[in-house]
């Protein structure tokens, strides 16, 4: 070896990247390999624990670690990755607090981004949908579900109330049949806490394309998990999955509709665009490797890991995305690296698996461990000390088992810690038929037409009057928030339409700082005012 | 009594909001009462703990409590306070998932509202400090000290790194000293994990206005607590104050600056606007009350408590803004609307205050209780035990037990608990000779100067040449964003300048869909291109 260190970059701190990092540390002396990660965070996230954040049975933050102490050798860069040159061995970083890029040069490359979530060609998705990868996620949900709650409690419309109370989860995989356990027990659980909130109200539906939930697992196993969150008030959605969403509603293959506030994508994954971008073989959508985690064309040079990858096992199948394979791959990679870089053999990656857990909320999961199948209380056990085991760091194995504890003796929590309400400038999406703004409402954002066709529509003496079709490119609401008062007739959408939402805080110091931007609106609104009457 | 029940309503979640609801809810039957409270959050915020949240040391959401537990038969109100009307006896909360307003009734009124952060007059103060009083502050603050150790520990420039590791703190009562001794423990603490952090350029300086810090305190122990933080690293600037600030920079009275880019301000306060509106007699800036805490001009009709109330004792003293002033003057309020309606004696606030803590972080503390003074690890014991002791709820009281059970066994965290990116459309402040940005940056948004001069400059073949002088209504920075590219000239500020900031996302989302705001700048992009070289 070269008396100068080597420099290896990890990009992702899931499971892959930081396993990854802390093997490297402990393979390779600090003279041999300086080792950088980059990760948007500054911890990893221990995602099988991340739905029980729903319910704040777990602390907040004690889901996580930081990822400089799990591998404290490891120079931390907590920047995006924004591009890969796999020709001059060059990574790309987002700009910190200043706007300026920084680059990393590596002599060997770690790739463990995971995958994000992609609601191409799905109407209304992105906007109205929540996400559940991260901690952010997870915090974001809890939120939304007690304001909901919040403002269900003061809601005398019984039809919007009952959207408050509607929770839709798509998805009925692990992540999927995890987020909607927690999320019934947890809404089920505070309800009490709302005294004037109509029980009978509450629904919590989980849609999932497949015959059954569960596909990953035994039959039997899934059947109890079916029957058992049924009976906890759990709908359920087979044969069926969102393909589109409003602010106002879920809308199914089948050409059914939930009227819900808060709607859960659990499916479908993509890998990030900076590794779609990559000039390499992809498979089903991943990168692929070979059985050493090599890059195809990159050997020796690139390794790649994780939910990203595309990895067969020696018995040909393709390996599940978990925490289990992850952590053996990583095992892998970084024994490879040693070798590339002269120090013993290489290792094939030839895990098949040791067993599937999966949580149910309130004392109960299933199971198969090394072929054996559990279900019930016992499976929850099992699911509680497996995972605490594995959880990385002492102080997060007793902050866990605190809140545990604490979880046993005192009801679920709700605390609503939102740290932000700017909200900007925004993207919508609304189904055909679906009410922009009422008359009589409030003036807070003007919008423009992306796509689609509104109509305006005036209340007068109980009749309702056509006063305009809208369409793409024009602008409405502006009167309004001109004149600082409530909206005077109703916008309907005609077709589906996507509009651009302007926030009156935004609109007002735009039209102030840049005239022609208002010259646009206040001539609009001068054209439309009504006759005086 | 009537038989309808009188409908109560309670503005303000803090100690006096919160208690006086409490103290209604047992005074009074549900037939005689029903109470309302409106409060931004659905918890209320245990203030003198806050300031650990910044290190961590008790787990985020344990420093409050969810207010329908505390106050089970209340009604809680999710929404801000818009519009007070005395006369009418109504009063206006803001929009929910809806954008139209509540309307809430009263027969008898409580106004808690606290106090806000005003910085009127002081340039930038709005846009480049962060304020802490509530949870999202708390938590703002510490996301904000971990991102500043994250970039310090990759940045390069050793200018740029002091101003990412100095952390000014603006006023030297219980408030400032108790966030700049937790943030000097923290950071200090937390350095060893970035081992490329020099640590002799970690900076903590408290600014304060008096001879010494705690002027609320006896001299001895504001003496004892100045030379204790001075001891752990603070420097203390007295006789001074902030008065405005930059992305860069605090400035002070004197003339003094200190390089920053984390600047926290727990002076000054004032008035919500909604009460700043209201027709009624104020002093000091706050809303006049007599020794039954009753409005004057609405009495038996409208109470005022806590940190909006001017109230003095009986000794003629103004009730200082404390925790254990306001749940006494509670108290008063239930008891007097109790009288109001026909029950009972109406009672006068005539407490004189038991004593004062203050914190000093790291396992010390000073305070005066009746009459006796105590410093260091003794004063901390007390300081811990009254105030678990009247921290309302078991749940909460365990919780924060094994938090700083916790927090003596393992070392502080340092999980950067950020949950959005998103920055939207912004304004900033720049002091005179200050660089807006630098060629060769990279385009991450567009400029708008509101108010100011700034200079373009551009550095070619070592030599800085004037291109241009913008002023109020000009606009910059669109080239680099309209042809995705980097900076091709520097841009400084002339005198002290105030911008609009529209990032990049935003302003490409505008230009598609507002075709006229786009061509403002395309037009203008034209007219300044370069000549070919």
Not at 48 to 62: F, Q
Not at 186 to 196: D, E, I, K, L, S
Not at 378 to 400: C, D, E, Q
């Given at each position: 070896m070269s008396s100068a260190p080597k420099r290896i970059v990890v990009l992702g701190g899931g499971f892959g990247g930081v396993y990854a990092a802390s093997f490297l540390e402990k393979m390779l002396r600090p003279e041999e390999a300086a080792i950088w990660l980059v990760n948007r965070e500054n911890y990893f996230v221990y995602q099988?624990?991340?739905?029980?954040?729903?319910?704040?049975?777990?602390?907040?933050?004690?889901v996580v670690s930081p990822i400089r102490r799990l591998c404290p050798r490891t120079q931390l860069v907590m920047r995006e990755v924004e591009e890969i040159d796999l020709q001059n061995r060059v990574v790309a970083v987002s700009p910190g607090f200043r706007p300026r890029r920084l680059e990393l040069p590596y002599d060997y490359l770690v790739i463990s981004l995971g995958g994000i979530t992609d609601f191409h060609g799905m109407p209304g998705m992105v906007e109205h949908t929540l996400p559940f990868r991260t901690l952010a996620d997870a915090i974001i949900l809890r939120n939304r579900v007690i304001h909901a709650l919040e403002e269900a409690d003061v809601e005398t419309d019984p039809e919007f109330r009952r959207k408050l109370l509607t929770f839709v989860v798509g998805g009925g995989g692990f992540s999927g049949v995890e987020v909607v356990a927690?999320?019934?027990?947890?809404?089920?659980?505070?309800?009490?806490?709302?005294?004037?909130?109509?029980r009978e109200e509450i629904r919590t539906v989980l849609?999932?394309?497949g015959e059954r939930i569960l596909p990953e697992m035994d039959e039997g196993l899934a059947l109890f998990a079916q029957t058992l969150l049924s009976k906890r008030g759990v709908e359920m959605r087979l044969k069926d999955r969102l393909v589109a969403a409003t602010s106002e509603k879920a809308l199914l293959k089948s050409g059914g509709e939930i009227p819900a506030k808060t709607i859960v994508s659990t499916v479908p994954s993509a890998i990030a665009p900076v590794l779609k971008r990559l000039d390499c073989t992809k498979e089903n959508g991943r990168l692929l490797v070979d059985e050493h985690l090599e890059l195809r064309g990159y050997e020796g040079q690139v390794w790649v890991l994780g939910d990203c990858a595309f990895i067969r096992t020696a018995s040909g199948k393709p390996v599940p995305p978990t925490a289990q394979h992850a952590t053996r791959e990583a095992h892998i990679v970084a024994t490879n690296i040693r070798a590339a870089m002269g120090a013993g053999q290489r290792a094939a990656f030839r895990f098949e698996g040791l067993g599937k857990l999966g949580a149910l909320g309130h004392n109960s999961a299933v199971a198969e461990i090394l072929g054996v199948r559990v279900h019930g209380f016992?499976?929850?056990?099992?699911?509680?000390?497996?995972?605490?085991?594995?959880?990385?760091?002492?102080?997060?194995?007793?902050?866990?088992a605190a809140d545990w504890f604490n979880a046993l003796l005192f009801p679920p929590d709700l605390v609503q810690l939102s740290v932000h309400r700017a909200s900007g400038i925004a993207e919508q999406h609304f189904a055909p038929g679906e009410v922009v703004f009422n008359q009589g409402d409030l003036g807070d954002c003007v919008y423009v037409i992306r796509k689609g066709e509104c109509e305006v529509l005036r209340e007068k003496e109980g009749a309702q009057q056509l006063l305009a079709v809208l369409a793409d490119g024009d602008y409405f609401g502006e009167m309004a928030v001109l004149s600082d008062t409530s909206r005077n007739a109703t916008v309907r959408a005609r077709s589906a339409v996507d509009v651009l939402l302007i926030p009156k805080a935004d609109f007002n110091k735009l039209k102030t700082t840049v005239p022609a931007f208002g010259e646009v609106f206040r001539a609009l609104a001068k054209s439309r005012a009504p006759e005086p009457e």
């Open positions: 099988p624990m991340l739905a029980e954040v729903i319910s704040g049975s777990i602390g907040l933050t004690d927690e999320l019934n027990d947890f809404v089920r659980g505070v309800a009490r806490h709302y005294p004037r909130l109509p849609v999932h394309s016992p499976a929850w056990l099992l699911w509680r000390t497996i995972y605490l085991m594995k959880m990385p760091g002492l102080n997060r194995k007793v902050r866990v």
